[in-house]
């Protein structure tokens, strides 16, 4: 059958809300299903486990930070990215360190669900961020899925995961739709995907920019082996799948559709250059330093990484080095 990837979200809360009594979901207009991933669940499961919740960020989340301590699995759906920025200080200080310091005595298993992660069209500033490089930095367990399988097996992974964790759904993947059979598996937080084997070029791709990867790489083919790497999980990084890839390939390109400084992109060439295989200089692709995506979809579009960007950046990883620049286990 095809499955849609807001209905693999759909059905993994579905299928989480009927094998576990603990699991129980908040959040804005969640009634209504108007994001997608909760429609028709309150009819099911009730105005005791889906509550459709008053407008405040900050009161709901710490609820559901008060009822994951009480031994419920809450899933707290958030249909603007910029309201993670109202909760930080719940999730990051708060949810997040419990377990830390209380030994382990407290735990927190929260997952916090972002339906339309990145840009929309004419959302404009204060409604298309991308802030998951914040959660991974803070150490909390970031994913982004690109596919609708991944979006249900990491979903249903974070829901039983025992501390908290964000799912971004980016919203240029939520139209993908992947022909699958009616059985779906957890994905283990942590590992990473390569969705294309390559030989000359890794390329690593974050959430629906794997989809634009994989077109570069289709286009790319007859003149360089592009091997798309997905690492689904941000924090924790699959370092060791990455670092297989690269003894592979020897070259990098990273794209990651979140602000240039500070963000996951740096982070993957920084820990690349330290750690790992690398035979020429590698590159990322990002959105600009500070971006705020303006009204007008032509300079909303502008400030984004596309596949043009991309496609320069594999060929200029690829050019000829000097004699003395040569990686000598070659």
Known sequence: MRLSYTKALNRALTDALAEDPAVCVFGEDIGAGL????LNLLDRFGPGRIVDTPLSEQAFTSMAVGAALTGRRPV??????????????????????????????????????????????????QHSD??????????????????????YGLLRSAIADPDPVVVFAPAAALPVRETVTWE??????????????????????????????????EELAPEIS???????????????????????????????????????????????????????????????????????LPLDRALQPHRDHLRDAVRAVMKPRSRHDEDPAR
């Open 35 to 38: 994001a997608g991933p909760t």
């Open 76 to 125: 707290i759906e958030f249909q603007i990215p910029s309201l993670l920025f109202l909760v930080f200080e719940q999730l990051v200080n708060q949810a997040h360190k419990f377990s830390l310091m209380t030994g382990g005595q407290a735990g927190v298993p929260l997952t916090c669900l972002v339906p339309g992660s990145g840009s929309r069209d004419g959302w404009a500033g």
């Open 130 to 151: 991308h802030p998951y490089s914040l959660f991974a930095h803070a150490g909390m367990k970031t994913v982004v899925p690109a596919t609708p399988t991944d979006a």
């Open 184 to 217: 779906l598996a957890p994905i283990p937080l942590g590992t990473a995907r390569i969705h294309r084997e390559g030989a000359d070029v890794t390329v690593v791709a974050v959430g629906h920019l794997v989809h634009d990867a994989l077109a570069v790489a």
């Open 226 to 296: 592009v091997e798309v790497f997905d690492p689904r999980t941000l924090h924790p990084f699959d370092w060791t799948a990455l670092a297989g890839s690269l003894e592979r390939t020897g070259r990098l390109v990273v794209v990651d559709d979140s602000n240039r400084s500070c963000g996951i992109g740096a982070e993957i060439l920084a820990t690349a250059a330290e750690e790992m295989r690398l035979i020429a200089p590698p590159r990322r692709i990002t959105r600009p330093d500070g971006a705020v995506l303006p009204f007008a």
